[in-house]
């Protein structure tokens, strides 16, 4: 059974600060991995997605990588600004469209 | 282009009533996916339905189910609520040209908050 894995659970920077989000998962057999954000009360807004066969993928100030052998992936988000407070989820793809969720990171960018 | 649209946004029923929700993919997008938010359990996948069949189920009860229309609308239905399924329901759609994803960016809904007292 796939599971993942996000860490940390919550993070407060102060703006203009450059951080990492990691997600970790447990079984590589998967189709992408892609990179949400939820603000409170409200649906999630894709960031990336990384294809299985890709190593990571740009957006603006967000970079994301992705190591399949390991499990591992990282959201690397550049000179943070408050409008980057929100919930960032990390999501696996399975088949038939199946999305695991990890638990999310919570980010507070103060100005 | 519009987005995923759901409704209603917000639902309160009592325990024991049923409830239907309902998602409006993006134009063209075939595939649409069902997803249950709370606090305590995170996301969780409910299912899956692509060109109006159901392809995928997560763990959840036979009270939970769906269908999808030929216009790629979909419901889904909870009967016999019970004050656990209180939550973030939410509808995620792709394009997936081939039946099977690995490019397509699935696209959420605002969701629907139902509330069972």
């Known amino acids: 059974k796939q599971e993942v894995t996000q860490i940390p659970a919550a993070l407060s920077v102060p703006e203009g600060e450059n951080l990492v989000l990691n997600c970790s998962f447990t079984?590589?057999?998967?189709?992408?991995l892609q990179w949400f954000r939820q603000d409170p009360g409200k649906g999630l807004t894709s960031l990336l997605l990384?294809?299985?066969?890709?190593r990571e993928q740009t957006s603006g100030r967000l970079n994301a990588s992705l190591d399949k052998s390991s499990g591992r992936s990282t959201l690397y988000i550049a000179a943070s600004q408050p409008g980057d407070s929100a919930t960032y989820l990390c999501?696996?793809?399975?088949?038939?469209?199946?999305?695991?969720f990890g638990a999310g990171t919570i980010l507070r960018v103060k100005s | 282009k519009a987005g995923v649209t759901q409704t209603p946004r917000y639902l309160i029923k009592t325990r024991g009533q049923q409830v239907t929700l309902s998602c409006s993919p993006i134009?063209?997008?075939?595939?649409v996916s069902w997803y249950q938010q709370t606090p305590g359990q995170g996301l969780q996948f409910l299912f899956e339905?692509?060109?109006?069949?159901?392809?995928n189920k997560g763990n959840f009860p036979g009270r939970f189910s769906g269908r999808q229309f030929s216009n790629s609308r979909s419901e889904m239905n909870v009967s016999t609520l019970e004050l656990g399924d209180s939550a973030l329901y939410l509808c995620?759609?792709?394009?997936?040209?081939?039946?099977?994803?690995?490019?397509?960016?699935?696209?959420f809904g605002p969701g629907t908050r139902l509330t069972v007292l």
């Open positions: 995620a759609s792709s394009l997936v040209t081939s039946g099977v994803s690995s490019t397509d960016t699935q696209y």
């Open positions: 079984d590589s057999a998967i189709y992408n």
């Open positions: 990384i294809q299985s066969s890709q």
């Open positions: 999501a696996v793809e399975e088949y038939g469209n199946k999305l695991v």
């Open positions: 134009s063209g997008h075939r595939s």
């Open positions: 339905y692509f060109s109006e069949t159901q392809r």
